[in-house]
Structures are given as structure tokens and as C-alpha cells.
């Protein structure tokens, strides 16, 4: 059984779309721990009802980010995990822990990437009159959100939409295509290598699977 470690700062609606994912049998792995860099992230006590440890380490107990992320390093590996998965984690990765986990970070970020990397971005697609916005899994590389993506899901934007409802439309597509992703790769479907996405022998086009 391949193990899972998932890193959270927030609510953790993905984590617990990979939890009942890992309960079920969609993704055949288990989730080995959560790491939080917020004590008060609600994801923490969704792993604790799940019965999985959760951790919390604070920033400003560390000199630095290199000094944050070693200690971090040190936790994930204490379960020696398969795959390091980023589930709404807010803080920028130092590239020490990006290189130790390279090809085995993934993340979920709220667009359709290359568009919008960064923060806000359901704000910057109403405020742009964009028509379709959307969700991408992609692997971590140094460039921040610049990973090759693996999957995205699209949505429509109506010009009555409020951030709220697009974040909802957004999330409800993430809790299906996250759990899908991780499943692809700890079944050893999909890699990275050559600064590419490849699911089964084949490199993935710019915008990931199935790419119209
Ligand atoms: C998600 O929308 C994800 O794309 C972004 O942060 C959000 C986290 O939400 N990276 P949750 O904590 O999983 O509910």
C-alpha cells in the first residue's frame, strides 16, 4: 500500500476528498499524516476524526524558510512517504524541499494554469470578464505554480457570480480530479521526467490529459 503524506493550511476540503478517496478505494493508498503550517487549519481535525496524525509546525519558531522546511523534511520523512501531496498549502517552498521531493510533489491550484499563478485567482477571473475558469493538478517544480500540469477541470463563469460560488463550482471539481491524479501516480501511471507530466509512456501536452 503506497502512503500518502498531505500538507495543508486551511479548511481541507481536498484532504478530506483524499481521505474518503483512500477509505473507498479510488486512491489505493492510505494517508500516513498531514502537516499543517497553521494549528488552527480545520484539516488537522479532519485527519484527527480519520484517525491519522496531524502536525502543526509554526513559523515563527524558525529562523528562516530553509530552517522551517528542514524540520519539515525531517517530519514527512519520519513516514517515509510514496508521494507528498499539497492540499491548499499556502506557504512558498524553499527549493531544498522542492529538490528532496522531486518527482513526487503535487499540488492543486485554482485555475486553469498557465493563467493566474499565485493568489486570487477566482477574483482575477470575475474582475476579467473570463467566461471559463477552472482547477489544475500539476507536479512542484522551483517555478511557483509552473509545474507541468497533469489535469485540469474547467468551469463556467457567469456574470452574476459572486468569489464564493466560483470557489464552490471550483472545489466541487477539485475533490474529483485531485483524488483521480493521485491514484494515476501511486498505481505508477504517472511521473515526471524530462520537465514533463507522462501517463503511461506518454508525455502529457502543455494543458495536461486530454487537452481539447
Ligand atoms: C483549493 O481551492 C486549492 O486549489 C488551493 O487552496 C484551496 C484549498 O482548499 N490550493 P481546501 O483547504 O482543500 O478546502
Known sequence: MKKLVVLISGNGTNLQ????????????GSVAAVFSNKASAYGLVRAQEAGI????????????????????????????????????????LSSAFVAHYHDRLLNIHPSLLPK???????????ENGDVEHGTSVHFVTDELDGGPVILQAKVPVFAEDSEEIITERVQHQ??????LVINWFVEGRLTMREGKAWLDGKPLPPQGYAHD
Open 116 to 126: 493566474y499563478p499565485g493568489l486570487h485567482t477566482h477574483r482575477q477571473a470575475l
Open 174 to 179: 477539485e475533490h474529483a480530479i485531485y483524488p
Open 53 to 92: 496524525p496531524g502536525h502543526s509546525l509554526a513559523a515563527s519558531a524558525f529562523a528562516d524558510r530553509e530552517a522551517f522546511d528542514q524540520q519539515l523534511i525531517a517530519g514527512i520523512d519520519a513516514y517515509a512517504p510514496d508521494v507528498v501531496v499539497l492540499a491548499g498549502y499556502m506557504r512558498i
Open 17 to 28: 476528498s483524499i481521505l474518503d478517496a483512500c477509505a473507498s478505494g479510488r486512491i489505493h
